[in-house]
Each structure stands twice: as structure tokens, then as C-alpha cells.
């Protein structure tokens, strides 16, 4: 590469440059402090927020992404052997899945005991506000980090595939070791579209991380065709010593990511802020002047007759409770006249609100006391279903790479078997849009069986009802495995005949219990007669 990574990042921040003004208006109008100019640590000159609304609705809708997708109390994944291994005898098919249980269990555990919720939080946030964000994962740390829109450039080819991608981080020099360097080095400041120039500070350095496909030096060491190649360079364009390495092609340390695909050749995503800017700019520009009228209204100002008894000096003194001297008609309020005008403005804002929540999934349900749980569930589906595309772009662009990274790192340092790198381990996502489905179809099988009941009654409804069948779509609609959970059909059957013999048992000894009773009876009398029969022979 002759072309230095300084001059590659300026080349491909032009291209970024609309996204990245788009993005920091939308940070504007919700968290100001999200998206700022590289380096930029003065937080004075933020825009003053009138409503909150846009603030709250980004951060709700950020929380529910990474609960979906990082659901807190299971895994996202689910590892699996794939069919040809089914053949197996039933007690190695156990142990199998007993393994890759305690796999995921390994997995989940290396994230709870990390930070990365904590990041992917951050990341959500602004793949909302912004529509980009980045994540590394380092391979000599466990502490993943975020890099926002304005810190890294990106290259996709024509199907959005990450071919390049370049990231800048401002550092002391004594943390790389740098001797002290000409001060020619950082004559030439960075324009706008590149960043703020370190001659501001000659203690700090830019460094560029670059990242790209080498497609040349992995034909003979790998079946794959490419792996991911980086390296870090100064602004001076030297590489620097001990920075180059490489990473397998499906787990990579930098995962990029964007909030939408839907726009053909455009390297970078747009937010969901985006797609509602109009209405949060209208509802910052009514909220600004409601409160600024507000304000004016509730400004006490007294109107003087200039033939009162009252001096305006008299009554500026006057205390509260005291009494002057002066007619009624000598002092009036000022009255703006303006509370038909602020009621219509109040309700524009109060429509606006409402629809920018519904837009970032806030759930509202109407106030009545026949509101039932069946409307709450069903309005919660319906703002779900709007963040099935996102969900999908979020499984092949996040939780796919972050599971093979995660493994990956873990095989490295010994902490997993090399053995889950076979093709014949199937690795699915469980989370995110295939949550919404599962959640879809255990809608729908509920609504078959009540709607079965109210047509046929419960026990007729039992007639027409596969009980097994039943139980185990319930179960996978649930996210779980009915294999040792739910007894089989012959276990069933194998319980009810053991009931069924028990039972003609206890028949059988209830109807001979009287025909016993008279038996004993009659032994009981011969017993009884024969040492008398015994004595009358012996005389």
C-alpha cells in the first residue's frame, strides 16, 4: 500500500461527512453530548434541550435492543451437533449436549464477568441517535471498546460487505514510547472533514489503525479465501513496531456496525432519530417557544393610571399584606392574552410526543378500566414487529460476529475445546428476531386454543387437541427443550397403565373384601366347634 493511512482516512471521512453532520443534529435534538467533533472536550457550546422526550425515547429504545438481543437471564445462542451426529446412540447424543451446555454456560459466563453490556449499551445508543458505531474487542483483553462515527472511516463493496476501515485514537507519546519528533510533523493541521490537528498539543498523537482484507498472503495457510490485516501507523506514515497481526475472516476484533442496509451503495447506516427528525425539530422549536411565552405570562407587571394616588415607586416597595392607598380601577395586570394560543400549542406537542414514543417503541396503553392483558400484549408485538429489520441486521452484523469472536478468544487461551471450530457444531442465534417469532408463534397457538374453548367448550376442545404435540410447540415457541422436561407419549402411557393396574388391584380387593369376611367367618365358627367334637369323642 503506497498510500499512508493518514491520507486514506481524509479520502474516506469525505464521503462520511454528510453522515456525520446528519448524525450530530440528531444528537442535538436527543443527547448533544453523544456525537461531537473529534477531540472536542468543551461541552459549553451544546445546544439547550426545551423537551425531553427525544432524550428519553433514544435511551428506552437503546435498553430494549440490547434486552433483546442480550437477553439477561438466558443465552443468545444455542449450540447444537449437526445432523449426521443425531445418528448416534441416545446416551452419546446426551453427552453431547451436556458438553455444549456447559460450553454456553462458559460463553455466557466470560460476558457477565466482563464490561461488554455495558459497551454494547453505549453502542446501541448510537446506532439509535447516529446509525453507526463500532466495537473492538482487543485479543489481549477482556474490555471490549466503542468507537463513535466521528473516530473511523469505513469501505464497503456493492453488497455492504466491510472491505476497509480505519480508526484514529488520540494518545500521549510516552505510552508508545516516541522519541521527541520534528516539529514539520505536525505543521499541517487536519481540515474539518479529518479532525483537530495535535499541534495543539505536542504532547498527543493521532495514531491510525488500519484494517483491510489480505487476500495474498492467506491462499496457502488457510482454506478461506481472505483474513482480516492491521496495522497502526503515526501521522508521519511509520508503522508502528509490533502492530501488524491478523484475524481469521469470521472473527474479527472490530465489528461494524449500522442501524439500517436499505439504502444501495451508502457505506454508512441512518439512525432511527433520523427517520423522525422533522417531528423532533418541531417539537423542539414549539417546546422552545411554549416556554418561553410560559415564561412571559406568568411575568407579573402592573399598569399604572397615570392619574393614581399610588406612586409606581410606592407600590414597588410594598410588602406583602401591606395596604396603600388607591382606587381599583388606578392598578391592572398586564395579561398577554395569549392562553387560546398556548392550549393549541400544548397540544401539538402533546400529539408530537406521543407519536415520537410510539415511533421508538415506548409502550402506551389507552387509560380504561376494561384495558385487558391481551391488549397490552398485543399492543407490545405490534411496536416489536417494527424492529424486525433491525433485529436481522443485528443478528448477521453483531451477535454472529460477537459469538465467533468470543469463541475464537476463548479457544485461543485454552479456555474452550478447539473442537467447536468443527463445521459439524452448528451455532444458532437464538435471540433477537428469532425472539419476536417465537413470541409470534406462541401468540398465535394461545389464540387457537382459546378461540377452540370458546367455540367448543374446554372438554370438547380437548377432543380435537394433540396434547404432546401442543406441549412441545409451546416449548419451542418458549425458547426451551421439551426433551427432558415433558414426559414422551409412551412414558404417558406407561404412567396411566401402571394407575390402571393399581386400580384393578384395589377393585379386586374391594369386591372380594366381603366374600373374605364370610370365609373368616365360617373358619372362625369351625374353630370354634371343634374342641368340643374332640372332647364328646374322648368320653
Known amino acids: 500500500m503506497t498510500e499512508s493511512a493518514k ?52 435511551n428506552a429504545l437503546a435498553s430494549k435492543i440490547v434486552l433483546a438481543i442480550l437477553p439477561p437471564t438466558s443465552s443468545f445462542f444455542k449450540l447444537s451437533i449437526d445432523e449426521p451426529v443425531q445418528a448416534l446412540p441416545e446416551e452419546m447424543r446426551a453427552d453431547f449436549d451436556k458438553a455444549l451446555g456447559i460450553v454456553e454456560q462458559a460463553i455466557m459466563k466470560r460476558i457477565a464477568d466482563s464490561h461488554d453490556r455495558v459497551v454494547i449499551q453505549q453502542a446501541m445508543l448510537h446506532l439509535v441517535v447516529g446509525g453507526n458505531s463500532m466495537l473492538f474487542m482487543p485479543p489481549d483483553s477482556e474490555t471490549m471498546r466503542h468507537f463513535p462515527l466521528s473516530r473511523y472511516v469505513v469501505d464497503r463493496d456493492g453488497n455492504g460487505n466491510v472491505i476497509e476501515h480505519i480508526t484514529v485514537e488520540t494518545v500521549h507519546r510516552s505510552v508508545l514510547g516516541l522519541p ?8 499541517d493541521p487536519w481540515n474539518a472533514q479529518a479532525g483537530p490537528s495535535s499541534s495543539s498539543d505536542k504532547d498527543e498523537v493521532n495514531i491510525y489503525t488500519r484494517v483491510y482484507r489480505d487476500y495474498k498472503s492467506n491462499r496457502a495457510k488457510s482454506k478461506n479465501k481472505w483474513r482480516w490485516a ?26 461494524v456496525l449500522r442501524y439500517t442496509s436499505w439504502v444501495d451503495g451508502e457505506d454508512y447506516g441512518r439512525g432511527r432519530v433520523e427517520e423522525y427528525i422533522e417531528d423532533l425539530e418541531a417539537l423542539s422549536h414549539l417546546s422552545k417557544t411554549l ?59 402533546q400529539a408530537l410526543e406521543q407519536r415520537i414514543r410510539s415511533a421508538f417503541l415506548q409502550l402506551s396503553i389507552r387509560d380504561s378500566e376494561r384495558t385487558t392483558a391481551s391488549e397490552i400484549r398485543n399492543v407490545q408485538l405490534e411496536l416489536e414487529r417494527q424492529l424486525s429489520g433491525l433485529f436481522s441486521l443485528l443478528t448477521a452484523e453483531f451477535l454472529i460476529p460477537y459469538l465467533n469472536r468470543l469463541i475464537h478468544v476463548l479457544t485461543k487461551a485454552r479456555r474452550l475445546p478447539a473442537q467447536l471450530k468443527d463445521k459439524k457444531v452448528k451455532k444458532t442465534i437464538v435471540a433477537g428476531i428469532n425472539s419476536i417469532g417465537r413470541s409470534q408463534e406462541y401468540e398465535k397457538i394461545l389464540t387457537l386454543v382459546e378461540t377452540l374453548q370458546k367455540i367448543l367448550g374446554p372438554e370438547a376442545a380437548l377432543m380435537y387437541l394433540k396434547p404432546q404435540t401442543l406441549i412441545d410447540q409451546l416449548a419451542s415457541a418458549l425458547g426451551l427443550s421439551s426433551k427432558n422436561l415433558i414426559k414422551s407419549q409412551e412414558e404417558v402411557n406407561q404412567e396411566q397403565q401402571r394407575r390402571l393396574d393399581q386400580a384393578n388391584e384395589q377393585s379386586v380387593v374391594k369386591q372380594a373384601a366381603p366374600l373374605l369376611k364370610v370365609i373368616q367367618e365360617e373358619m372362625s365358627k369351625n374353630n370354634s366347634n371343634q374342641p368340643t367334637e374332640n372332647l364328646e369323642d374322648g368320653n
Open 7 to 58: 491520507a486514506r482516512y481524509r479520502r474516506l471521512a469525505s464521503k462520511r461527512q454528510p453522515f456525520l453532520d446528519k448524525a450530530r443534529r440528531c444528537a442535538e435534538l436527543t443527547l448533544p453530548y453523544l456525537i461531537t467533533e473529534h477531540g472536542n472536550r468543551d461541552y459549553s457550546n451544546f445546544e439547550r434541550l426545551y423537551n425531553s422526550c427525544g432524550a428519553e425515547s433514544a
Open 180 to 187: 521527541p519528533l520534528a516539529e514539520q510533523i505536525y505543521a
Open 291 to 349: 416556554v418561553e411565552g410560559v415564561g412571559a405570562s406568568a411575568k407579573v407587571i402592573w399598569i399604572i393610571n397615570p392619574g393614581a394616588t399610588v406612586t409606581p415607586k410606592k407600590l414597588a416597595e410594598t410588602r406583602n399584606g401591606e395596604c396603600v392607598v388607591a382606587r381599583p380601577t388606578d392598578l391592572t395586570a398586564l395579561n398577554v392574552g395569549k392562553t387560546a394560543d398556548f392550549a393549541v400549542a400544548n397540544a401539538k406537542i
Open 230 to 255: 492491521y496495522h497502526q501507523e503515526t501521522e508521519a506514515g511509520q508503522i508502528i513496531t509490533g502492530s501488524e497481526g491478523w484475524a481469521p475472516a469470521d472473527a474479527s476484533p472490530w465489528i
